[in-house]
């Protein structure tokens, strides 16, 4: 039967960022439902944010539309232009190639998850607005340069002026 | 700000089916998160039947990942081998060309939602497995046939010994 059993989906913690991000992921961890289920066209995932975690870096991806719901708790969704409060059933999306670096936050005292959907494509690009590092995705390889497009070699400040 | 504003998403009521199978569909309505958000990769919506309303007559597709998650309320999802009761948070997924009939059925006295991903693919053939219909979809158009492929032209009686 095609109901799946949540229970059964690993539950993934760690992170594809180099340090010193990968360890700014703590209190993160994720399910992949859509993997469990055999899905190949895109990827649904269940993340947890325990109270004071965050998702991911703030990104956008070239290639991949996104979409989010929130399931449980409170969560901040955090963007170029400002930020908004979400609630369970609050959903936001993002359309591929649009330059709107986006996250979410928690802030509350409590544990918190949203479901998020993303297409798999076999190239994309996902830039990460606040520091200078952007990943080139080709198929199960990840590949991090600067957004000059230049080998990443640990942190280093953004130009001044843009992104 | 890609929060969406769930009050603005038009709620669509009717069906692409032909009669009687339209007249089925009475107290299903959906709301196109999806499009309202500008994603052209797969669909999102959000469809809501009231007491005794079905979603869709039961299918399979061809090339189209589907993914659900019941919102609000309790549903019955029905599939080739059984059924299986579903609550809000439990999900349920179909692998593109995975022969499986299902729908969701409201069985109860209270309204009930659930999340619907799926991919958009240019083309594709949607086969009804409890009538002898099925629908080519080429972009936006949509070309009903019986399952040997001769035109529809109206409710026959499935061929004995399977569909």
Redesign the interface.
């Known amino acids: ?4 059993d ?1 229970s059964k989906a690993p539950v993934k913690t760690g992170s594809v960022y180099p340090e010193p991000y990968a360890s700014q992921m703590v209190g993160r961890s994720s399910q992949r ?2 993997e469990q ?6 990827g ?1 995932n269940i993340i947890t944010l325990e109270p004071g975690a965050v998702a991911s870096l703030r990104h956008w991806h070239l290639r ?2 996104e ?1 989010a ?1 929130v ?1 449980e708790g409170a969560l901040t ?1 955090v ?1 170029d ?2 930020e ?1 409060e ?1 609630q369970p ?8 190639g649009v330059a ?1 670096g ?1 996250r979410f936050v928690n802030r509350s005292e409590a544990l918190a998850r949203f ?1 998020v ?1 993303g ?1 798999k494509v076999e190239e994309d690009v996902c830039t990460y607005v606040d520091v200078d590092m952007k990943v080139h995705i080709s198929g199960a390889q990840n590949t991090f340069t600067y957004h000059d497009g230049s080998d990443w070699a640990g942190p280093r400040d953004l130009p001044s002026g843009g992104n």
Chains 1, 2 share one sequence.
């Open positions: 039967m095609p109901k799946l949540l439902l859509g289920a055999g899905l190949t066209q895109f649904v991949e539309d979409f719901m399931l969704l963007e232009d400002g908004a979400m059933g609050d959903c936001a999306a993002w359309k591929a709107n986006h479901l959907v297409t």
